[in-house]
């Protein structure tokens, strides 16, 4: 079947093709840096800590800035689309030796990302990172010790800051996302202390008045992680309620609910009172595992509700570390399934289902949910590529296989 035979088959249900494909380019997706270095960055702080792990031996990581700009460049050459670039603070880049703590980071140390995100015409996010350090000890923004939780405080300032600096320099809105990976391996005995010590820590952070003009603060909660499994201190309810309280929007994270629980039907819901939503974009296998996002059920209906309540209120990032298999491959794979999920969102007769809905007429509804399954969604796929310059198919993963041998191999 050709791209014509498909619109016109889409366009016998009243989906106009084109429409879907002019919206698709329009939907920018933040691509995280991280998967680039297994979560690394440039500190040599050692390792990964906070919960999170990613595991494989993979050759070729980035071990330096120009490795990782060089990787993260080539990905975007093989993604459809125009996006947007993830920076977590451990990616500062000291000139000249220039070390600082993490509670100093400057706008100045992210000066090369903001030249690498103008080369690309690209905008920048960002998070603070309050894990991989000395002083991330189980509890950060939640520790007992003031001492910490003063540290925290201002590595969180300091990063609205470089979110500003972000947003100024880029023409474009910083998502600056909050994580801290608090928490206690068993039942604890006292879950309201750190809670109390949770919120206090971060309405010391946002006394710090950001221009709303250049970041847009999103709060990412959990279940559990690795040595966390009976209390995080930023639960579900944490977030929701210190965001409706506080203004700021919440980031759903698909790895960090209940293994069966899917974030598709949470999305309305916040909708409905903060008006945006942002997500991390993820899968769990068994566990908060940080998988490559695959093109599967969760992905497609989140994309859904993405495209059925306007993508402009949406902050759509990607977040995975997986070093046991190409770097790269990883970025661009996940990159062009979320693109596709959010293509078959926008490939949906949705005032048609919607009305069957309404009427209650259940059993038409579920045929052509499930008949729209085999519509030829994949031709419309590879026309937004080929208008794209970009492989419609598997063959990018042959430009991959030649920058592995070319320029990863001698790493
Ligand atoms: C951890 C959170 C968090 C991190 C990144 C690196 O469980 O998902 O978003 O993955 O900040
Ligand atoms: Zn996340």
Redesign the pocket.
């Known amino acids: 079947m050709s791209y014509q035979e498909a619109k016109k088959k889409y366009a016998a249900l009243g989906v106009d093709t084109e429409k879907a494909i002019r919206e698709l380019k329009k939907i920018p997706v933040s691509m995280?840096c991280?998967q680039g270095d297994d979560?690394t960055g440039f500190e040599n702080a050692g390792a990964l800590t906070?919960?999170?792990q990613a595991t494989g031996n993979y050759p070729g990581k980035a071990r330096t800035p120009e490795e990782l700009m060089r990787d993260l460049e080539f990905a975007f050459k093989l993604i459809p689309g125009k996006h947007r670039l993830n920076l977590?603070a451990c990616y500062a880049i000291f000139e000249d030796g220039k070390k600082v703590d993490r509670d100093k980071l400057e706008p100045k140390h992210f000066k090369r990302w903001v030249e690498f995100a103008k080369k690309l015409k690209i905008g920048l996010d960002f998070?603070p990172?309050f894990?991989s350090h000395p002083l991330a000890d189980q509890l950060t923004l939640a520790s007992e010790d003031p001492k910490v939780r003063a540290f925290w405080v201002r590595h969180g300032i300091a990063c609205l800051k470089i979110a500003e600096y972000f947003g100024k320099e880029l023409g474009t809105p910083c998502a600056c996302?909050f994580?801290v990976?608090d928490g206690y391996k068993d039942d604890p005995s006292d879950r309201m202390g750190p809670r109390k010590r949770l919120k206090d820590s971060y309405d010391k952070i946002f006394k710090y008045k950001y221009n709303k003009k250049y970041v847009t603060v999103t709060v990412?909660s959990?279940l559990y992680?690795i040595g966390v499994e009976s209390y995080t201190v930023g639960s579900h309810e944490f977030y929701m309620n210190y965001a409706a309280k506080n203004n700021l929007l919440c980031?759903l994270?698909m790895?960090?609910f209940h293994p069966t629980e899917l974030i598709a039907d949470k999305i309305s819901s916040l909708l409905l009172f903060s008006g945006k939503v942002a997500f991390?974009v993820?899968r769990g296998v068994r566990w908060?595992s940080?998988h490559v996002i695959r093109l599967d059920d969760a992905v497609k209906a989140a994309a859904e509700e993405i495209v059925r309540n306007d993508p402009k209120n949406f902050v759509i990032a990607l977040?995975?570390?997986d070093g046991s298999i190409n770097r790269i491959a990883a970025l661009v794979l996940g990159m062009r399934n979320m693109q596709k999920a959010l293509l078959l969102g926008l490939l949906q007769p949705q005032a048609t289902l919607t009305a069957l809905q309404e009427a209650r007429q259940y059993t038409e509804q579920l045929v052509l949910q499930e008949e729209l399954k085999s519509y030829p969604w994949g031709e419309v796929w590879a026309e937004f590529c080929r208008r794209e310059k970009k492989a419609a198919d598997e063959c990018w993963m042959a430009d991959v296989l030649k920058y592995q041998r070319d320029v990863l191999s001698a790493r």
């Open positions: 995280h991280w979560v906070g919960g999170i977590h998070n990172t894990f996302n994580w990976p990412e959990k992680g980031l994270d790895g960090h991390h993820s908060d940080d977040d995975y570390f």
